[in-house]
């Protein structure tokens, strides 16, 4: 094979690869996988080969690549394939599938060089006796005589080394008289500086005295904990970095760099595991799981199981004969905070035997990202635990992969490339030739129904654990609730009741809401405007203890108002609670209890999650408010009561998914009360308590719902009996999104008939995010392949078209129509 050339795939979004060519050294060490550092307009970026090229393209300069990262390609060829794949099924341009595979770069850091071209180098000179022209003022003359000094090229550092402004820079640069490059440089290994007491300080001479600050490093270092990492012993004895320096000058401290290792877990210190004897249901599925695994083939299994029915157990057990027959297996989870449980159990049943286990999550540094990453790919971990992105865990010879509550739309990514984890993990146990379960309490629509058909095979548990009862659920009608108390607390009288009661008989609480903040909306009594983003057609959200709006979607910030923005009025008020309005309700009405709030505001790292979820679970907290990622998978055993502040708020969206969000989140919510020994109960309150997405949860009846939507969802065409594509028209100017939605209509319009049906284009239910105008095609077909054909034409067509690609999202199976 000839590997003078190969393709690379880069992190632009063009859906193509490109050429370049490899130096001789490096012939036989860049491999398919490995990663590249190559050229790429006046950039250096970092790239994926995708496979050698027997040429050239013809005609083009070819350039050539300037390191090789990986002496073992970082992507095993099954992942190349996958990439291939998703690149395809989702027509996202390769490189940025790549750079959702790939681990956080870490060994490499970006430099940025001003260098003098040489006719910069020419006017320096011409110029050097102060005179002026070119109409370069004083500075500038002066910047590019010191450049010329410097042997023609500077470092970018701090605006002041520099010594000129940035519009000088680009002026400089339009003149053609300075570059400015960019370029990739190798970091040192990162290491850790550990601080130590000195021993002989305190031997030898007479102990110093020593000042309260340093009294209280002596007895963190030498008593308390032992040698610390630098960082944790300024932060333990609230020291400052200037005063452990002079500790170590006066020779009462000692300090060596460490090797940044893999730390123990304090969240396993003093776990074990609960050991169950399987009961009769969840043996037969393990049976079924074995006899698929006996195949040696490629299946998918959907195990339907409610809350509570033991899952994580069969889960472990299929885990653990994975391993047995020399294959390693993925658990893919739907929320950060589940990687922590599923993480620990599987931690302490594989970690010593199999030579371990490997967490994978957005919430880890981006150094422990990597760490964990390499570990697999080095084969030091056998069974990877992750969120989404874990589908792409460089193990080699899997042959299990769980995808744990499959319907959660989390595994959707909502950025390009807008893959479905759930899916991927599908083609990925293709590839591999390995099983696929999929678990849920709650299928989706559309694995169920395979389910039915027999493309999928089905595998239940019916029943709790322990002949433990589902826990009974009932509706609190706030319409009848306001019409009897005229109140407008988000805690109904019955909800109140029942955490007093919880209170009363010492066990716990949870309480849900759909939205994180103070208030969601802000409006003006007396014009109605409300407030919205600057950049979004989107309310924005009032954050009370970080007294300002918020936008959810772009970030955005803006001063709470006192006055209207649009009619000057004072009476600007705020409604719609959030869950920051609830925690302080919720302080207000119970004020001897212990209350927490878990949400995206107050859990960012895994340590803030590890705190709250630990204590809840320890029981040194009596309530626990959250959004809905405290509805899934947890397994809290003294939790009585589950209160959902308001059920609707999903069921009001244009959406075609509503119901079924609705019912599942209130079934899993459901599922969280009453799993240990005590019974459990949960509070809904809602506004249409009629709507048969709440009473089929109020019953808990999957198989009525699923019925009664599929009937909806074949009336309407919808998935699963029709596939559906959404496409993005998007630009900051209204002008060109208009322009180029209405050529991208002509293309489309002449397919419109049976095999296709278009609609559009329309403004987007969000007509305006983060700046841009965006407009909105809907897709449908009874056949997918349909759908790609006719869209990688519209792509092609928006190239000729010259409509960049990056104002053209399609998303393949769409989750949210929004
Ligand atoms: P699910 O994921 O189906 O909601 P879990 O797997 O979290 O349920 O299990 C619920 C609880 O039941 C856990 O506390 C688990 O330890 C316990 N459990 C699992 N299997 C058994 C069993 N065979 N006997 C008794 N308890 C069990
Ligand atoms: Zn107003
Ligand atoms: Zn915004």
């Not at 004895?237 to 460490?258: C, F, N, Y």
Request: with cysteine; proline share 6%; charged share 25%.
């Amino acid at each position: 094979m000839n590997c003078s050339f190969c393709n690379v795939a880069l992190p632009v979004p063009l859906r193509t690869t490109f050429t370049y060519s490899v130096p001789e050294p490096m012939r036989g060490i860049v491999q398919p996988g490995s990663r590249v550092l190559v050229p790429f307009r006046k950039k250096s970026l970092v790239g994926v080969v995708v496979e050698f090229a027997d040429a050239a393209p013809a005609g083009a300069k070819v350039r050539e690549v300037a390191r090789a990262l990986d002496l073992l390609p970082a992507l095993p060829p099954k992942l190349i394939a996958l990439a291939n794949w998703i690149a395809g099924y989702y027509l996202a341009p390769i490189g940025e599938v790549f750079r959702a595979m790939l681990p956080p770069l870490t060994e490499l850091k970006t430099q940025r060089q001003v260098v003098l071209t040489p006719p910069g180098g020419e006017a320096s000179e011409s110029l050097s006796g102060g005179e002026l022209s070119h109409g370069l003022t004083a500075a500038e003359v002066a910047f590019l005589a010191r450049l010329k000094n410097k042997k023609g090229a500077v470092l970018v550092g701090p605006q002041s080394k520099l010594g000129l402004d940035v519009p000088s820079l680009q002026k400089l640069q339009r003149l053609g008289l300075i570059e400015i490059r960019e370029s990739l440089q190798v970091k040192k290994q990162k290491t850790l500086r550990v601080i130590a007491w000195k021993a002989a300080s305190s031997a030898g001479k007479a102990a110093p005295s020593l000042g309260e600050k340093e009294e209280k490093i002596r007895a963190l270092l030498e008593t308390e904990r032992g040698p610390l990492p630098l960082p944790q012993l300024m932060r333990l004895a609230q020291a400052a970095r200037s005063l452990i320096d002079r500790m170590l000058r006066d020779g009462l401290l000692e300090s060596w760099e460490e090797p940044l290792d893999p730390a123990e877990d304090p969240f396993d210190a003093g776990y074990t595991p609960p050991t169950h004897e399987l009961n009769s249901e969840q043996e037969a599925v393990l049976t079924g799981i074995r006899a698929r695994f006996e195949l040696g083939a490629f299946g998918v299994q959907l195990l339907h199981g409610v809350t509570g029915s033991g899952k994580t157990e069969v889960y472990l057990r299929a885990v653990q004969d994975t391993l047995a027959r020399g294959k390693t297996a993925i658990i893919l989870v739907p929320e950060i905070a589940l990687t922590l449980w599923i993480g620990r159990q599987c931690r302490s049943w594989f970690g010593a035997r199999f030579e371990g286990v490997a967490v994978l999550h957005s919430a880890l540094s981006d150094t422990e990202r990597a760490r964990e990453w390499w570990r697999v790919r080095n084969g030091g971990a056998r069974v990877v635990v992750g969120t989404r992105s874990a589908i792409f865990a460089p193990l080699e010879n899997v042959g299990l992969i769980i995808v744990d509550e499959e319907q959660e739309s989390s595994y959707k990514q909502e950025e390009t490339p807008r893959y479905h984890g759930r899916d991927v993990a599908i083609v990925r146990a293709k590839m591999e030739n390995a099983v696929a379960l999929l678990g849920s309490a709650t299928p989706s629509m559309e694995t169920y129904h395979h389910a039915r058909e027999g493309k999928y095979e089905l595998l239940t548990l019916a029943s709790r654990v322990a002949d433990r009862s589902l826990a009974s659920v009932e509706i609190v009608d706030l319409r009848e609730e306001f019409q009897q108390t005229h109140q407008t607390s988000p805690i109904s009288s019955k909800l109140h009741a029942g955490i007093k009661e919880c209170l009363d008989n010492k066990t716990q609480a949870l309480v849900l809401i759909n939205r994180r903040g103070y208030s969601w909306s802000v409006l003006c009594r007396s014009c109605g405007a409300s407030v919205q983003c600057v950049n979004c057609s989107i309310s924005m959200t009032h954050h009370k203890q970080r007294n300002r709006l918020e936008c959810h979607y772009c970030g955005s910030i803006q001063p709470i108002p006192t006055l209207c923005p649009k009619c000057q009025s004072k009476y600007v008020y705020f409604f719609g609670e959030g869950s920051e309005h609830l925690e302080e309700r919720l302080r207000k009405e119970f004020p001897g209890a212990r209350i927490a709030r878990l949400d995206r505001d107050t859990a960012r790292t895994k340590r803030q999650y590890q705190e709250t979820l630990g204590a809840f679970a320890a029981g040194a907290l009596d309530i626990l408010v959250g959004t809905q990622m405290l509805a899934k998978g947890h397994d809290f055993q003294r939790v009585t009561l589950v209160g959902v502040i308001s059920a609707d708020s999903s069921l009001s969206l244009p959406d075609f998914r509503a119901a079924e969000r609705t019912f599942q989140l209130l079934t899993q919510v459901a599922g969280r009360a009453g799993r240990g020994e005590l019974p459990g109960r949960v509070l809904i309150q809602t506004f249409y308590p009629a709507h048969y997405a709440i009473q089929d949860a109020v019953k808990q009846d999957y198989p009525s719902f699923f019925e009664r939507e599929l009937h909806f969802r074949r009336m309407l065409a919808y998935p699963p009996f029709t596939s559906l594509a959404n496409v993005i028209v998007r630009d900051a100017s209204l002008e060109k999104a208009i322009l180029w939605a209405r050529q991208l209509s002509q293309y489309f319009s002449p397919h419109d008939g049976e095999k296709v049906r278009i609609l559009g284009p329309a403004a987007a239910a969000l007509a305006r995010l983060r700046r841009e105008h965006r407009f909105q095609f809907l897709l449908k077909s009874p056949k997918r392949s349909v759908l790609t054909k006719l869209l990688s034409g519209a792509l092609s067509y928006c190239d000729t078209k010259e409509i960049p690609q990056t104002a053209v999202l399609v998303d393949m199976d769409p989750l949210s129509l929004l």
